[in-house]
């Protein structure tokens, strides 16, 4: 939206996720009782973003990664793969003949998607290089 002809002042806020917000004023006197309501609604406008680039991130990742069910049935389809050593109990085993830990689809601290995943259950400092991909 370009900005009305009768705009003396304008301010634009860009928000950590790529929003722009807008204020418009005719003088300084009324740019300033902008802003202040402006600064009223910025809980609001945060929370809004929020559930808005929450949900993207949800149908993203929702849309990356299928249904356990179908992601053991495709992995175990590959014929390129192996099959990776398993204890009947627990699931695949890593390097050090231990049942593997999965950890679910979801979303990056950097807020991309990613698909669920197998890594040794040790704490990290003593986990294997082993890693299945569901």
Do not use: W
């Not at 740019?31 to 680039?53: Q, T």
């Amino acid at each position: 939206m370009s900005a009305p002809e009768s705009t003396a002042y304008q301010v634009n806020y860009k928000t950590p996720s790529g929003g722009l917000l807008n204020v418009y004023a005719t003088n300084a006197e009324e740019l300033s009782e902008m802003l202040d309501a402006f600064e009223a609604l910025i809980p609001k406008i945060v929370a809004v973003e929020s559930l808005i680039v929450g949900a993207g991130n949800v149908a993203k990742a929702g849309a990356l990664a299928p249904p356990t069910q179908q992601a053991t049935a495709t992995v175990q389809a590959l014929p390129d793969h192996a099959p990776a050593p398993t204890n009947d109990a627990a699931g695949p085993l890593c390097e050090h003949g231990e049942p593997m830990k999965f950890i679910p689809p979801g979303i990056s601290k950097a807020g991309k998607p990613y698909r669920g995943f197998s890594v040794c259950a040790r704490p990290r400092e003593q986990q294997c290089a082993k890693k299945i991909s569901a």
